[in-house]
Nanobody, 128 residues
Framework: QVQLMESGGGSVQVGGSLRLSCEAS????????MAWFRQAPGKEREAVAA????????YHAASVKGRFSIAHDNAKNTVYLQMDRLKEEDTGMYFC?????????????????????WGQGTQVTVST
């Protein structure tokens, strides 16, 4: 059983930055999909960013492109989400998700069915 553990969430003011981390309990990164999803209260869960850990350009949702950046460190079994110039609408529960295996075209754009390993989430609150 592989587990994902998110960290780095918290409260930040509009315009601030935050970096989320997601560490896998097993060395699954290298030829799989890793992604970040988020869900605001009363709203549908949405994909934020995704990457094929075997290489290639990542995916970023239009709403966060230019402000967020997903990165991965396969040696550390960790994926990151750097969030800059945060807005109030970025508030929500952020979930790390991964697949046991995959190819770039399966990873991007991210679909929930691709991801069979999910973290419990970390809260991000952006306020004025």
């Amino acid at each position: 059983q592989v587990q994902l553990m998110e960290s780095g969430g918290g409260s930040v003011q509009v315009g601030g930055s935050l970096r989320l981390s997601c560490e896998a309990s097993a060395p699954i990164l290298g030829n799989n999909c890793m992604a970040w999803f988020r869900q605001a209260p009363g709203k549908e869960r949405e994909a934020v960013a995704a990457v094929y850990t075997g290489g290639g350009s990542p995916y970023h949702a239009a709403s966060v492109k230019g402000r967020f950046s997903i990165a991965h460190d396969n040696a550390k079994n960790t994926v990151y989400l750097q969030m800059d110039r945060l807005k109030e609408e970025d508030t929500g529960m952020y979930f790390c998700a991964g697949s046991l295996s995959g190819t770039w075209y399966q990873c991007l754009p991210p679909r929930e069915r691709t991801y069979n390993i999910w973290g419990q989430g970390t809260q991000v609150t952006v306020s004025t």
